[in-house]
Nanobody, 114 residues
Framework: QVQLVESGGGLVQPGGSLRLSCTVS????????MGWYRQAPGKEREWVARITTAGSTRYPDSVKGRFTISRDNTKNTVYLQMSSLESEDAAVYYC????????WGQGTQVTVSS
């Protein structure tokens, strides 16, 4: 059974930084494009970053230049470094296989507030 376990969320002030982690078990990790997503209250889930097996990355304009996705295939882990956080970034953050999604994990809560 594939499991996605996100961690690293918390409370941060506007302009601050956080690093999220997502560890995958139950499926070979390295051949897949991985993505980070978020869902704010009352809004649909949206993707915020993706990374190919070779390390090529893409971001929507809303986070470009502020978020950086990376992966460690030896640890089956994908990371999301977030900086210059804004109130609009507050959400529950999830990871998943970008083109072959599996059931979502619990996510990790990011709160941006002074």
């Amino acid at each position: 059974q594939v499991q996605l376990v996100e961690s690293g969320g918390g409370l941060v002030q506007p302009g601050g930084s956080l690093r999220l982690s997502c560890t995958v078990s139950g499926r070979s990790f390295s051949p897949y494009v991985m993505g980070w997503y978020r869902q704010a209250p009352g809004k649909e889930r949206e993707w915020v970053a993706r990374i190919t097996t070779a390390g090529s990355t893409r971001y929507p304009d809303s986070v470009k230049g502020r978020f950086t996705i990376s992966r460690d295939n030896t640890k089956n882990t994908v990371y999301l470094q977030m900086s210059s956080l804004e109130s609009e970034d507050a959400a529950v953050y999830y990871c998943n296989f970008f083109f072959d999604p599996v059931p979502w994990g619990q996510g990790t809560q990011v709160t941006v507030s002074s």
